[in-house]
């Protein structure tokens, strides 16, 4: 009999998937140089040069070989690295050729279809307050897969500055690996830690200023497999948490997504099209570096997941309906923490900074301006994403410098 896996299978595998990803990665830049995988320098990119693709291939190899030492060779573990291998290497392909929209998405349903006719799919989801909501097999794997395409496209979407993807998606696997050991799911948790140790193997050589990103290989990858450990490690339980947790833990790349796909569809453009109007984006017009954005999105989703960690672990409830009234309160308290955060990020970082910040320009181009006309012109520069780069004054600019910020 096989044993059963535990928390330290998951830390060994973890260490494994970092240490390939990492001495990979370099060799995989080279590739993508040579084989023409590169990302040129655009005007609504964050990027300053020419910089290497193809690192998701370094994601792979991490994952797969932590995969083979420590994953039970099961049908459903085919299922994953299967259909992992097929969307990095549709990932590819678009990474060097830049393939349409259409055949990118007949790529991404193949592989999300390969681990659903795997079993890995849902067949029921507990949803708070409701109960159990039972699918038909057929049902529940439609809705996975289109939940899995979702989720690729989520992760790369907001793959757009130095070292977000690959470090939200390893914070996001952490919370996920706690809460699968804890619901008894061992193979969801080790597989959680593997892609949790491949990202932030990646992240050494991603980090700004970035040696190589890891193009649509690697952010479809890592989607695609977030998606498979959601499922397997919470989604196909009867836990309160099953539902509640992933989307607390994606949460800031779902919000970025839905925020950006909304305003193309109010502007009538396809929620494929490529624009400057991400978080990352928006950060950087209001003055901060790729690190500090970063760092604030990491800081964000650390937050959520620990909220959705915590959901689980806090005994606020009897798994009875009753509500324990001390723990209840932590909970309440963790929770207006988290949504105290989430404000401040949006509102005061993207709008009150800004507002100063415009203030500034729009006084040093004309003393004589009202405070009526900058909170016009801020309101309509935020309705409609449409700003210029704000330049911080000299005063402010110095003082980052001072702080060693780059």
Same mark, same amino acid.
């Given at each position: 009999?096989?044993?059963?896996?535990?928390?330290?299978?998951?830390?060994?595998?973890?260490?494994?998937?970092?240490?390939?990803?990492?001495?990979?990665?370099?060799?995989?830049?080279?590739?993508?140089?040579?084989?023409?995988?590169?990302?040129?320098?655009?005007?609504?990119?964050?990027?300053?040069?020419?910089?290497?693709?193809?690192?998701?291939?370094?994601?792979?190899?991490?994952?797969?070989?932590?995969?083979?030492?420590?994953?039970?060779?099961?049908?459903?573990?085919?299922?994953?690295?299967?259909?992992?291998?097929?969307?990095?290497?549709?990932?590819?392909?678009?990474?060097?050729?830049?393939?349409?929209?259409?055949?990118?998405?007949?790529?991404?349903?193949?592989?999300?279809?390969?681990?659903?006719?795997?079993?890995?799919?849902?067949?029921?989801?507990?949803?708070?307050?409701?109960?159990?909501?039972?699918?038909?097999?057929?049902?529940?794997?439609?809705?996975?897969?289109?939940?899995?395409?979702?989720?690729?496209?989520?992760?790369?979407?907001?793959?757009?500055?130095?070292?977000?993807?690959?470090?939200?998606?390893?914070?996001?696997?952490?919370?996920?690996?706690?809460?699968?050991?804890?619901?008894?799911?061992?193979?969801?948790?080790?597989?959680?830690?593997?892609?949790?140790?491949?990202?932030?193997?990646?992240?050494?050589?991603?980090?700004?200023?970035?040696?190589?990103?890891?193009?649509?290989?690697?952010?479809?990858?890592?989607?695609?497999?977030?998606?498979?450990?959601? /499922?397997? @490690?919470? +989604?196909?339980?009867? !836990?309160?948490?099953? *539902? &509640?947790?992933? =989307?607390? #833990? $994606?949460?800031?790349?779902?919000?970025?997504?839905?925020?950006?796909?909304?305003?193309?569809?109010?502007?009538?453009?396809?929620?494929?099209?490529?624009?400057?109007?991400?978080?990352?984006?928006?950060?950087?017009?209001?003055?901060?570096?790729?690190?500090?954005?970063?760092?604030?999105?990491?800081?964000?989703?650390?937050?959520?997941?620990?909220?959705?960690?915590?959901?689980?672990?806090?005994?606020?409830?009897?798994?009875?309906?009753?509500?324990?009234?001390?723990?209840?309160?932590?909970?309440? /308290?963790? @929770?207006? +923490?988290?949504?105290? !955060?989430?404000?401040? *990020? &949006?509102?005061? =970082?993207? #709008? $009150?900074?800004?507002?100063?910040?415009?203030?500034?320009?729009?006084?040093?181009?004309?003393?004589?301006?009202?405070?009526?006309?900058?909170?016009?012109?801020?309101?309509?520069?935020?309705?409609?994403?449409?700003?210029?780069?704000?330049?911080?004054?000299?005063?402010?600019?110095?003082?980052?410098?001072?702080?060693?910020?780059?």
């Amino acid at each position: 009999m096989a044993r059963e896996m535990d928390e330290s299978d998951a830390l060994y595998a973890f260490l494994v998937a970092l240490a390939v990803a990492a001495l990979l990665t370099p060799f995989v830049a080279r590739v993508a140089v040579r084989v023409g995988a590169v990302d040129e320098p655009r005007e609504r990119g964050l990027a300053a040069r020419t910089t290497p693709l193809l690192g998701g291939l370094a994601i792979l190899a991490g994952v797969l070989v932590a995969a083979a030492l420590w994953l039970p060779v099961d049908e459903q573990t085919r299922g994953i690295l299967g259909g992992a291998a097929l969307i990095a290497f549709v990932g590819a392909i678009d990474d060097i050729f830049d393939l349409g929209p259409g055949i990118k998405l007949v790529g991404q349903i193949g592989a999300a279809l390969i681990p659903v006719l795997s079993g890995v799919r849902v067949e029921h989801v507990t949803l708070p307050f409701a109960g159990a909501l039972d699918f038909h097999a057929g049902g529940g794997g439609a809705l996975t897969v289109i939940g899995l395409v979702g989720l690729m496209n989520v992760v790369n979407f907001s793959d757009g500055v130095d070292g977000l993807a690959a470090g939200v998606c390893a914070i996001s696997s952490v919370a996920f690996s706690i809460i699968a050991f804890d619901l008894g799911r061992t193979s969801a948790g080790v597989l959680a830690a593997i892609v949790a140790g491949a990202a932030l193997g990646f992240l050494i050589h991603n980090f700004h200023p970035a040696s190589v990103f890891m193009g649509d290989c690697g952010a479809l990858l890592l989607g695609l497999l977030l998606g498979c450990v959601a /499922v397997q @490690g919470s +989604l196909k339980t009867n !836990a309160l948490i099953a *539902l &509640v947790g992933p =989307l607390a #833990i $994606l949460a800031v790349p779902f919000l970025d997504t839905s925020f950006v796909i909304a305003r193309r569809l109010k502007h009538r453009r396809a929620p494929w099209s490529a624009d400057a109007q991400h978080f990352h984006h928006r950060f950087a017009r209001v003055g901060f570096s790729q690190r500090r954005t970063v760092l604030y999105l990491y800081a964000w989703t650390f937050a959520l997941a620990g909220l959705a960690v915590a959901l689980r672990f806090v005994p606020y409830s009897d798994n009875h309906g009753h509500f324990r009234l001390g723990w209840t309160l932590v909970m309440v /308290v963790l @929770g207006l +923490l988290v949504l105290a !955060a989430s404000v401040y *990020l &949006v509102v005061v =970082l993207e #709008i $009150l900074k800004l507002k100063r910040l415009r203030a500034w320009q729009l006084r040093r181009a004309d003393p004589a301006t009202s405070e009526h006309e900058i909170d016009a012109q801020v309101e309509h520069e935020l309705a409609t994403g449409e700003f210029s780069a704000v330049v911080p004054p000299p005063a402010a600019a110095e003082g980052s410098a001072q702080r060693g910020r780059p």
